[in-house]
């Protein structure tokens, strides 16, 4: 399974939803009108800090992600990066996809001068929990959220 | 004890260091090299969706964080906003500083059309665990991370 991750234009924007929505935790969150999403997609792609991914095989996109960059003081100034919303479609798992995402990520993460990767994960995905602790992710922090 | 949060400017960077170092975690991994962060505070202040902000009380700095706006798909195109390196004096715990500090960043990412505030910690954290889920926050996420 060879995967090709690619910067998304705005007609992937309903390949993304798709798999945002194809998730345990994302079919219940997922409102499916395109426009919200498509006029996202065009404020997050002009944001030169954030960029939407997306993973493609055999024509089809199987996997995406968003990958933020984040200047800061702390940690000695690190540069952070952090991924969201990563997604990869039901039928394609456990063939790889996921490696190879994190991969791709740690590439860009590297070649925007980030020496941290981060993300968040909601406690209730176990399976996920084990995939990043196999791929060098420590699970050193708790991630606390507020709906505002 | 009246809190007043302003953006930080590049005189203010020695205080900021100084607030980060003062801290159990930190004193351990930040350098004391003012160039470093100088040069990373600048790069921060250009960027629209980073702020560094400062907390005054009686013309001392007593508190400073960092507030991130993420633009992004999943949640139905969320807006998040996103805290990072939050520290009160050592000195100024207990007094409410942090409550000021977290009302502030609600208020700044309300304002940037956040609908989700977000921060991750270290697990060892246990006060501040509880200091903000006394302050509306859900522990719900783990928080991965991988040096590059």
Redesign the interface.
């Known amino acids: 399974m060879t995967v090709v991750f690619r910067d998304a234009v705005s007609a992937d ?1 309903p390949d ?2 798709a798999l ?1 929505a194809d998730d345990v935790l ?1 079919q219940g ?3 499916y009108d395109i426009s ?2 498509a ?3 065009e ?2 792609a002009r ?1 030169p ?2 960029t ?1 991914i997306i993973g493609e095989a055999e024509n089809r996109v199987v996997a995406c992600y ?1 990958l ?1 960059i ?8 690190a ?4 991924i ?2 990563v997604r990869v479609a039901s039928q394609m798992r456990s063939k790889g996809v996921g490696a190879a995402l994190i991969a791709d990520a ?1 590439a860009r ?2 070649a925007a001068g ?10 209730t995905r176990v399976d996920s ?1 084990r995939f ?2 196999a ?14």
Chains 1, 2 share one sequence.
């Open positions: 924007v993304i939803l945002l994302g969150r997922e409102r919200v999403y006029k996202a997609f404020r997050l944001d800090n954030n939407q968003q933020t984040i200047p800061g003081l702390s940690l000695t100034a540069t952070r990066a952090q969201e919303g740690e993460a590297r980030a020496t941290l990767l981060q993300l968040t994960m909601n406690r929990h990043y602790e791929n060098g992710f420590s699970p050193s922090h708790v991630g606390f959220k507020k709906p505002l």
